[in-house]
């Protein structure tokens, strides 16, 4: 659908207003394929908004969001199975084991082999013993696990992540980013990233868009801005940012 | 690895039989939800035959118009389950806080009501299968034995119900799990209106007008005609077609835009009150 030189995600004055109050508010943004960017925000920032309208699960309000060439939500149906995405703000049906869960969605995104497939992905992400295992018996580590095997089961153009780490332990979320950065490199999938952890995204994303109330704050590669701000990590720009420092800062030179 | 070319298809099959995959999984998984289904329909059944037992021997117009009583009651619960199959398939995915992923994936909306018809034709049956098995054993009433005509009942009776359970399940959609009561309640609404257990001539004028605006008051008028009169009437059962096409086709729409609604504002975002 989308000609090669067309950004695979392209949002353009994207606006949200939910009855009197702006989620977001007239942001633009390209990411180009084989990207991996990382959305940053604090807590209402808009950042799930935004990757909710991506996706096709939220109308804008204004603006346009447009992925591998549709335009979301209205059409959303040409590219969904290209997509993926994780979040442990969603579920998987806890009465069903790993294998039951990752068939009906396998199936959803019409994927062949489907049997393979699962397998494959159950190899790759350590989940050989659990797969007949109820997903409600799982820890959250394990949960995010199967998570992310349902997230690769159409190996997606496009993988949006929601804080894909939130609630894991060091290890784990040391674990999921390694196979995340794997599956970008093999795969040259797109990424975008929400996410509150710092050292994630310094690690992950080659670049960052910094959200607060709405609005893009600003983007740019890591290190750019490390070196803008005359700061050594994400975290104390991130801090800067949402203490308005950055304002102040940027006046100040 | 590859992605079927059944992506692309409107209606697909194939992600409807991967819906009909996850609650079939769900229901084998759990005998309470299997027990329930069959539970109330036994308990009504057992009441309302031991009730018109009683009455039949001790008043000579139930004596001749047996089985009206358990024939309503087995015929409501087609109306009341069918509903009820169809919503509680749809909330397992509220409770399970799989809206956003089911929401998130090829799934169409469309394809999504045609899966919960067929689960709650599957829990209906499980359900209805061994109740109406055990009203021969007990009473003798054979509920197969109105031949044709169970087929005619059966179809508008489900219809109904599906309408009802649709605009039910749009509503929760957009207003969240605050509406989940309407599930479980709206279909008694149609209950003293429908005229499941008495002729709709009982009705004051005017609320027999409400009363025949309703698919199913044309089920239960000619069950009664068929167990007390012995005459079956199709004009009754294309009426109730002629309107029950109406309201499926309203409750579809209605659905839709619920969804379009729930979409702009973000309510598919959350599964909460």
């Known amino acids: ?253 | 690895m590859t992605i079927s070319a059944r992506n692309h298809i409107v209606f697909s099959p194939h992600r409807i039989s991967a819906m009909v995959l996850r609650y079939w999984y769900l229901l084998r998984s759990s005998w309470p939800r299997v027990l329930e289904l069959i539970y109330w329909p036994m308990v009504q059944m057992l009441m309302w035959g031991f009730l018109q037992l009683y009455l039949s021997e001790n008043a000579g117009f139930f004596a001749r118009a047996g089985g009206t009583f358990i024939g309503a009651v087995l015929l409501w619960d087609i109306l009341f389950r069918g509903q009820l199959g169809f919503s509680v398939s749809f909330l397992e995915e509220m409770w399970a806080r799989n809206m956003g992923n089911l929401m998130m994936s090829p799934l169409r909306a469309t394809e999504f009501v045609a899966a919960l018809m067929i689960m709650s034709i599957v829990r209906l049956a499980v359900g209805m299968v061994p109740v109406s098995l055990l009203a021969i054993g007990f009473f003798g009433f054979n509920l197969y034995g109105m031949g044709l005509a169970l087929g005619a009942f059966f179809a508008n009776l489900i219809l109904t119900s599906w309408a009802v359970g649709i605009l039910v399940s749009g509503l929760i959609l957009r207003n969240g799990m605050g509406a989940e009561g309407l599930a479980w309640t709206i279909m008694f609404l149609l209950l003293p209106l429908a005229c499941v257990y008495y002729p709709v001539a009982v009705l004051p004028w005017w609320l027999q007008i409400v009363s025949w605006s309703m698919p199913p008051t044309y089920v239960f008028e000619g069950m009664r005609s068929l167990l007390i009169e012995n005459v079956f009437r199709p004009d009754l059962m294309f009426q109730a077609l002629a309107l029950n096409a109406v309201y499926f086709a309203a409750a579809v729409v209605a659905f839709l835009r619920l969804v379009d609604s729930a979409r702009n504002n973000g309510s598919l975002m959350q599964t909460g009150e």
Not at chain 1, 82 to 89: A, Q
Not at chain 1, 108 to 118: A, M
Not at chain 1, 194 to 207: D, G, I, K, Y
């Open chain 1, 1 to 253: 659908m989308n000609s090669p030189s067309e950004p695979v995600i392209a949002v353009d004055r994207l606006v949200k207003v939910y009855k009197t109050a702006a989620a977001v508010g007239g942001i633009s943004f390209r990411l180009e394929p084989g990207s991996i960017t990382g959305l940053l925000g604090g807590n209402g920032a808009g950042k799930t908004t935004t990757i909710a309208m991506i996706m096709g699960l939220v109308t804008p309000t204004s603006g346009s969001v447009r992925v591998l060439g549709a335009e979301m939500p209205r059409q959303r149906h040409h590219v969904l199975h290209r997509m993926n995405f994780e979040s442990p703000y969603v579920d998987m049906p806890m009465r069903l084991t790993v294998r039951q869960n990752l068939t009906v969605f396998a199936m959803l995104y019409g994927v062949e082999n489907v049997d393979e497939r699962i397998m494959t992905l159950a190899e790759q992400l350590d989940l050989i013993e659990l797969i007949d295992r109820p997903c409600g018996k799982l820890s959250s580590g394990q949960k995010t696990r199967v998570a992310l095997a349902k997230s690769l089961l159409n190996a997606p153009e496009v993988l949006l992540l929601d804080e894909p780490t939130a609630s894991l332990d060091p290890d784990t979320a040391d674990w999921v980013r390694g196979r995340l950065e794997n599956y970008r490199k093999e795969r040259g999938a797109t990424v975008l990233l929400a996410s509150h952890n710092m050292s994630e995204v310094e690690r992950l994303c080659e670049r960052v868009i910094m959200m607060k109330r709405g609005h893009i704050e600003d983007d740019d590669t890591p290190v750019n801005l490390l070196a803008r701000y005359g700061r050594e990590t994400l975290e104390e720009v991130f801090l800067d940012i949402a203490r308005g420092r950055g304002e102040a800062r940027e006046a100040a030179q």
